[in-house]
Nanobody
Framework: QVQPVESGGGLVQAGGSLRLSCTAS????????MGWFRQAPGKDREFIAA????????YYADDLEGRFTIYRDSAENTVYLQMNGLKPEDTAVYYC????????????????????WGQGTQVTVSS
């Protein structure tokens, strides 16, 4: 199994930036894609972006593309989420997840289609 581990969360003022990291350990060759999600209190887990380890396909939530950028460092088994222009409504716990099979956009946006999850990292954006 692949075990994702997130880091890089914290407190930032509105308009600021953060970069989250997700390092995959374990059977990393078994993960086809990695995704970022977030969950605010009282809300469902929300898709942000996903990237495939093999190939260069990247997928974004429509309303976050442009402010958020996902990219990978295959040599380091790490996926990053660069977040710019942060807003108070971006406050949430951010999760990284690993998916073992190739999919399509409809698969990558669905939390239930991922096999392994990290513990999450808190991002708080103050106004």
């Amino acid at each position: 199994q692949v075990q994702p581990v997130e880091s890089g969360g914290g407190l930032v003022q509105a308009g600021g930036s953060l970069r989250l990291s997700c390092t995959a350990s374990g059977r990393t060759f078994s993960a086809y894609a990695m995704g970022w999600f977030r969950q605010a209190p009282g809300k469902d887990r929300e898709f942000i972006a996903a990237v495939e380890w093999i190939g260069s396909s990247i997928y974004y939530a429509d309303d976050l593309e442009g402010r958020f950028t996902i990219y990978r460092d295959s040599a380091e088994n790490t996926v990053y989420l660069q977040m710019n222009g942060l807003k108070p409504e971006d406050t949430a716990v951010y999760y990284c997840a690993a998916r073992s099979e190739r999919g399509y956009y409809g698969d990558y946006v669905t939390p239930e289609s991922y096999d392994n999850w990290g513990q999450g990292t808190q991002v708080t954006v103050s106004s």
